[in-house]
């Protein structure tokens, strides 16, 4: 055998060889999946569980941002509540609910009552690098019947999660559809990731700031904006 030859005999030996382990490795991986040589019990559906159906590879970090706090209490409310209250209490709902979520990793830019100016709740976004930025408002007008949601985005990568996450609030709240709109908004222009900021329905609106207020109006608009992340990641 000349050299090329046995080269060629050495490289048709290794390659039998490798089909030999391959074939190996997928006896045993079906022998392990089988031990007994069982079928699976029925209903053991791989994936199936409490969560999204959403499985990746690391949790979708989302940075809840609840607007206003301290110093600053935003809108005052047809019954006197404060923006700021409104803001919190959904965005906690909605903390929670991804929390039980494996494919979620939430963060609150405000935990509690407290004043955070808005470049510093981008900063938190950016350093964080969370996936995407959930600004959360309440609307205000004079004339107390003005009323509907609104969800604003800055750049064009935050018009999709904006227009999502308003037609499920849409949905969840049935409010008048005041459109998703591009709006220069600090937090949303020095937010790096897709961001929007979602005004569910005006707190100067009293049958609004009625559901607003609710635990069954927060609870709704929580799963909305929950869901809307589902439907925005299982799209990409
Ligand atoms: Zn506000």
């Given at each position: 055998m000349n050299k090329s030859g046995r080269a060629r005999h050495m490289a048709g030996f290794i390659l039998s060889c490798c089909l030999l382990i391959v074939i190996a490795c997928a006896l045993l991986a079906q022998y392990n999946r089988h031990p007994s040589g069982s079928e699976p019990l029925a209903g053991h559906n791989a994936g199936a569980g409490s969560g999204s159906g959403l499985s990746p590879d690391k949790p979708y970090k989302i940075m809840i941002d609840p607007g206003h706090g301290g110093k600053d209490p935003g809108s005052e409310g047809s019954d006197g509540a404060w923006e700021k209250d409104i803001n919190l209490a959904l965005a906690q709902k909605l903390y929670d609910l991804l929390k039980q979520d494996p494919a979620f990793e939430p963060r609150l830019t405000r935990a509690d009552d407290t004043f955070v100016e808005l470049a510093d709740r981008a900063a938190m976004a950016n350093d964080w690098h969370a996936d995407v930025l959930v600004s959360i408002h309440g609307n205000a007008f004079e004339d107390k019947s003005v009323a509907g949601t609104e969800t604003y985005?800055?750049?064009?990568?935050?018009?999709?999660?904006?227009?999502?996450?308003?037609?499920?609030?849409?949905?969840?709240?049935?409010?008048?559809?005041?459109?998703?709109?591009?709006?220069?908004?600090?937090?949303?222009?020095?937010?790096?990731?897709?961001?929007?900021?979602?005004?569910?329905?005006?707190?100067?609106?009293?049958?609004?700031?009625?559901?607003?207020?609710?635990?069954?109006?927060?609870?709704?608009?929580?799963?909305?904006?929950?869901?809307?992340?589902?439907?925005y990641f299982a799209e990409r």
């Open positions: 985005y800055r750049y064009a990568n935050g018009h999709p999660l904006a227009t999502i996450i308003h037609n499920q609030l849409l949905g969840a709240l049935d409010f008048q559809d005041r459109g998703v709109k591009e709006e220069s908004l600090k937090v949303l222009s020095l937010s790096a990731m897709p961001a929007i900021l979602i005004e569910p329905g005006y707190v100067t609106n009293p049958a609004e700031e009625a559901v607003m207020q609710s635990d069954d109006g927060q609870s709704r608009a929580a799963q909305a904006i929950a869901d809307g992340l589902k439907q």
